[in-house]
């Protein structure tokens, strides 16, 4: 069991996933960004 554990630990360290929070809040921020970027052109 513990020889089973130890492979997952290092990856987990090496490529922590990202939250459903922290996908959603870029989303947000992408679309605020692109949002600007259309206001300005339009003017």
């Known amino acids: 069991m ?3 554990r ?3 630990e ?3 360290d ?4 990202p939250t459903k ?3 959603l809040i870029a989303i ?3 679309i605020s960004a ?3 970027c ?3 052109l339009a003017r």
Request: charged share 30%; hydrophobic share 40%.
């Open 38 to 40: 259309v206001e300005q």
């Open 28 to 30: 947000l921020m992408a």
């Open 2 to 4: 513990a020889e089973l």
């Open 14 to 17: 090496q490529r922590p996933r």
């Open 34 to 36: 692109v949002a600007g």
């Open 6 to 8: 130890k492979p997952e």
């Open 21 to 23: 929070a922290e996908i």
């Open 10 to 12: 290092p990856n987990r």
